[in-house]
């Protein structure tokens, strides 16, 4: 079984930062990419940032609102993802999803993968 495990939300001002990090576990024979999503009460669930594990330079992509605050990096070797998160607001407070495609040695193919989210809040 694959189990995605995100760490590092909290509490934090407006301006300061965070570290996300999540762990992908289990029988994974490749992965394809891995990505951050987040979720605000209220509103759809929407991608913040991916990058990828196929492409030696990752291919890191942002959403328009975190392009310049936020930075997702990747340690293949771990199966981990990071969003490094700079400046943040009270508009970035959300549940942050981590998510992943990837193989294992059983499904043969690519398959789709969620965390269980980690909740960020920025106070004003």
């Known amino acids: 079984q694959v189990q995605l495990v995100e760490s590092g939300g909290g509490l934090v001002q407006a301006g300061g930062s965070l570290r996300l990090s999540c762990a992908a576990s289990?029988?994974?024979?490749?992965?394809?990419?891995m990505a951050w999503y987040r979720q605000a009460p209220g509103k759809q669930r929407d991608v913040v940032a991916s990058?990828?594990?196929?492409?030696?330079?990752?291919?890191?992509v942002y959403a328009d609102s975190v392009k310049g605050r936020f930075a997702i990096s990747r340690d293949s070797a771990k199966n981990t993802v990071f969003l490094q998160m700079d400046s943040l607001q009270p508009e970035d407070t959300a549940v942050y999803y981590c998510?992943?495609?990837?193989?294992?040695?059983?499904?043969?193919?690519?398959?789709?993968?969620w965390g269980r989210g980690t909740q960020v809040t920025v106070s004003s």
């Open positions: 998510n992943a495609n990837l193989m294992t040695s059983t499904s043969m193919n690519y398959d789709t993968y």
């Open positions: 990058i990828s594990w196929h492409i030696s330079s990752g291919q890191p």
């Open positions: 289990g029988s994974i024979a490749d992965i394809y990419n």
